[in-house]
């Protein structure tokens, strides 16, 4: 079946700008995450969903990122004002739910703010 | 909190020689630990993980992890290593809430 998809797979945008970035992830998984990962580092898990709701919001970096996931599927990550230090790359990842569940990773958006 | 420290950024060894990339955790619960690999311009897979049970636990690419409570360590080995090898290795840990911690990342690079 279909992986985690990602769109856009790149993104270039000019600081001070607002991005979206979706996620879908394999269907049937109640459990969706996002990571972001930076250059030389290992991913940085910033929220987690199960179902509709964030079940974890603790890795967000602060209030001008924001998640959504309204229908338990498809996610949208929210990066408000960007600036150049939000620049990586940002994977999402899907799972069942249950605990130790492997994660399904997409194959990530790669965000340059300018 | 839990962490995760990959003590090596970097393992070069040559083909056919055998290979371990350490990976040492701390969390003051019970945690599942799972090491991910990412080959050249390709996403993260899963490569291996530890829920309980026998502490060793082996891939299909003849990679195996020991998980040694006492010592919180989740050591990658394989006995002989193929240019195909070549990617990089995350260790990761998550507890009951899923949320997933990774290392920093061991770049693996085997040299014919």
């Known amino acids: 079946g279909a992986g985690v998809s990602q769109t856009p797979s790149n993104k270039v945008t000019e600081k001070g700008k607002y991005v979206e970035l979706r996620c879908d992830p394999i269907s049937g998984h109640t459990a969706l995450y996002w990571y972001r990962q930076s250059l030389g580092q290992g991913p940085e898990f910033l929220i987690y969903?199960?179902?509709?709701?964030?079940?974890?919001d603790s890795g967000l970096p602060n209030d001008r990122f924001f998640a959504v996931r309204p229908e338990g599927s498809v996610s949208t990550l929210k990066i408000q004002r960007t600036e150049r230090g939000d620049s990586a790359v940002y994977l999402c990842?899907?799972?069942?739910?249950?605990?130790?569940?492997?994660?399904?990773f997409g194959p990530g958006t790669r965000l340059t703010v300018l | 909190a839990q962490s995760v420290t990959q003590l090596d950024s970097q393992v070069p060894v040559f083909e056919e020689a055998p290979v371990e990339l350490r990976c040492n955790y701390s969390?003051?619960?019970?945690?599942?630990l799972f090491w991910y690999v990412q080959y050249p311009n390709q996403g993260l897979q899963l490569l291996l993980k530890y829920l309980s049970g026998s502490t060793l636990v082996e891939s299909i690419n003849g990679f195996e992890a020991e998980f040694n409570k006492s010592q919180t360590s989740f050591h990658l080995r394989k006995p002989s290593v193929h240019i195909s090898d070549t990617a990089e290795y995350f260790c990761a840990v998550t507890i009951n809430n899923n949320d997933m911690r990774f290392g920093a990342g061991t770049r693996l690079t085997v040299k014919p």
């Open positions: 969390s003051s619960v019970s945690v599942y």
């Open positions: 969903f199960q179902g509709t709701g964030a079940a974890d």
């Open positions: 990842a899907s799972s069942r739910g249950l605990a130790g569940d492997t994660q399904y």
